[in-house]
């Protein structure tokens, strides 16, 4: 049976790939900080063997931890190490390459800075691509150690946290009125969305033939739409009047919690450049169903309150 170890088990895409594997027949090894939380023990239930590891351990503990493992699946999470993302992220490959781990997808995004000509800075993509750089070049060295890649878009969960529709009521009339409030500016282009949950299938398939996927990026995206049409299913979905309100990405950038500068060069890339710039976006659909967002709206019961 093949042994893959999972990354960040415990987290959106981390649960979502440990879960596809374990379906189709993977014995996975789920490595997380807390061997106790919720998540942790939940895949226990389901077949998982849950071993302490953090992103942030010397590399001979993670070594230890990856001993015995086939392949390996990896998200390095910049919002809560930072600078240090890339760091941690080279130590873990070189760990995988060390313990003797034959194949690495690695959850990668794309180089914004490098595609821009330098305009935009989103160092949660950059370090990503650094870290991607840093495999294909161990594996063109290393031709026994494959390296594949998978880019998630913008996730559909953020329009149940981060970007929620504000309720206003007009004062005048008491009409309720929902507002969708991003900076994605309806005169450029569309963006691309996902259910992070896809992102399991879609690495469950990679792990089963490395060759095919030797090299590959598959990035996926299950809609692609304008601010205003995201409005238009959201009004659909629930049968509340939701409307659209672009935010400019220098203004976006004020906005007084962490993150919001980068945010806002993210949508500014996005605007231009897209999420994926000119990779091919439709083989993952080949792979599996992609959800898309009137989909993921009815499945996670969308509400407005």
């Known amino acids: ?142 031709p026994s150690f494959v390296t594949s890649f998978v880019y998630a878009p913008f996730y559909m969960q953020n329009f149940k946290t981060f970007f929620a529709p504000k309720r206003t009521v007009n004062e005048a009339t008491q009409e309720v009125t929902y507002v969708l409030g991003m900076p994605l500016n309806p005169k450029m282009l569309p963006l691309d969305m996902g259910d992070i949950n896809d992102i399991g299938s879609i690495v469950a398939v990679m792990m089963k033939d490395p060759t095919k996927y030797s090299g590959k990026i598959i990035p996926f995206s299950g809609d692609c739409l304008h601010g205003e049409k995201i409005a238009e299913i959201m009004s659909k979905v629930t049968g509340k009047k939701v409307v659209y309100n672009f935010i400019e990405p220098k203004d976006f950038a004020q906005f007084d919690f962490p993150g919001a500068g980068e945010m806002a060069e993210m949508f500014s890339y996005y605007n231009e450049f897209g999420a994926f710039d000119k990779l091919d976006k439709t083989e993952a659909s080949k792979i599996t169903k992609l959800t898309n967002l009137e989909e993921f709206l009815k499945k996670t019961n969308f509400q407005l309150e």
């Open 1 to 142: 049976m093949t042994v893959v170890t999972v990354f960040g088990s415990t987290g959106s895409q981390g649960g979502s790939v440990a879960r596809a594997l374990l379906k189709d027949g993977f014995k996975v090894r789920a490595l997380t900080r807390n061997p106790e939380s919720e998540n942790a023990k939940k895949l226990q239930k389901e077949g998982a063997e849950i071993v302490k590891c953090d992103d942030a351990d010397p590399k001979e503990v993670i070594e230890k931890a990856l001993k015995g493992s086939d392949s390996v699946f990896c998200v390095t999470n910049f919002w809560a190490y930072f600078g240090k993302e890339l760091e941690y992220g080279l130590n873990i490959a070189h760990a995988a390459l060390a313990a003797g781990v034959k194949h690495f997808v690695f959850s990668g995004l794309a180089p914004c800075n490098k595609i821009s000509g330098g305009r935009y800075n989103v160092p949660h993509f950059d370090l990503k691509h650094k870290i991607e750089e840093e495999l294909r070049k161990m594996s063109k060295e290393n």
